[in-house]
């Protein structure tokens, strides 16, 4: 019964648009600030403080319906252990973390046989590198809630540990599902839905830059072409460059890339200071003759504009 009602103020909090945040990290006791109603308003705090608060009565006969809530925002810089305990004088004030994406929501747990709301909730949490929200929300209160809670970080520890066979993803102790980049040994793995993929060649999204990924592993390739999602992007030092302007050969033939991915134009570009000949993308080395290309005559020989 408790998990339906928590399901149900989730829904609430999502409608009322509050998912997403910023902090530090310094041990401190402070006290919520008016107005954080909203992400626009939300109060940042460090990640190791203790906060004490108060949410006013609820007025939902008002010709105008109001309802408090409060909106708190930190940031971390690296995958880290969020610990969040909560207490409050109503015990219906249930505390949700959210990033700023809302693509990544925490809720505490809350025991299937309880009966009544609990004293203290607890969110145990290994968020990303970014910014998360705090939403406090208590849809039940028939009076003002005064409210006390304290967050702690620490760096999570990330790695790779073998079971039955399988190389699985692990952020602190627990099993992470997710498809990413892990440090291990020195090596940078290739882990899809917690799972190493030794076979994959491919590009994976890592702190907000793709990465080339060949065997299973990332690979520092100074200059290749790399298909994934019916595209081709240009890779440079095992990373894409997403502003190259250029051509690169691959397989034997020189392709155009533009805005980092291969462009299939007919056009002229000019690379390592000369003037080559593209068509469909690719540098015609073997055309030697005239071309009228946007409106200007050029003379090439061996792909080459004269």
């Known amino acids: 019964m408790l998990k339906k009602i928590l399901s149900f103020i989730v829904a609430m909090m999502m409608i009322f648009g509050c998912m997403s945040v910023v902090a530090s990290a310094q041990s401190d006791v402070i006290t919520d600030i008016e107005p954080n109603d909203d992400p626009e308003t939300a109060q940042a705090i460090e990640t190791n403080v203790t906060v004490e608060g108060i949410i006013a009565a609820p007025d939902l006969e008002a010709e105008e319906p ?32 959210g990033d700023e994406e809302g693509e990544d929501g ?25 910014t998360y929200y705090i939403v406090l929300l208590d849809m039940f209160a028939e009076e003002e809630t005064t409210y006390n809670f304290t967050m702690t970080s620490e760096s999570a520890v990330q790695t790779l540990r073998k079971e039955d066979g399988v190389w699985k993803y692990y952020v602190g102790d627990k099993f992470a599902p997710e498809t990413t980049l892990v440090k291990y040994s020195g090596v940078w793995f ?13 590009l994976v999204k890592y702190e907000d830059k793709w990465f080339y990924v060949k065997n299973g592993k990332w690979s520092s390739e100074p200059t290749t072409l790399v298909k994934h999602k019916d595209k081709w992007f240009y890779i440079k030092n095992g990373k894409w460059d997403s502003d190259a302007k250029t051509l690169v050969k691959y397989k034997d033939k020189w392709f155009y890339v533009k805005n980092g991915k291969w462009n299939k134009s007919t056009t002229i570009v000019k ?36």
């Open 106 to 130: 925490y809720i505490p747990e809350i025991d299937d046989e309880l009966e009544d709301f609990p004293e203290e909730y607890t969110i145990e949490a290994f968020v990303k590198k970014g």
């Open 66 to 97: 109001y309802m408090d809530i409060d909106v708190f925002k930190f940031t971390v810089e690296e995958r880290t252990k969020i610990v969040l305990t909560l207490t409050s004088s109503t015990k219906t004030l249930i505390p949700v973390i």
């Open 271 to 306: 690379y390592k200071g000369k003037k080559f000949y593209v068509k469909g993308g690719i540098a015609q080395l073997d055309f030697s003759g005239k071309k009228k290309i946007n409106g200007q005559t050029y003379y090439i020989k061996n792909g080459k504009v004269k």
């Open 190 to 202: 290739y882990v899809e839905d917690g799972v190493w993929n030794k076979t994959a060649t491919t």
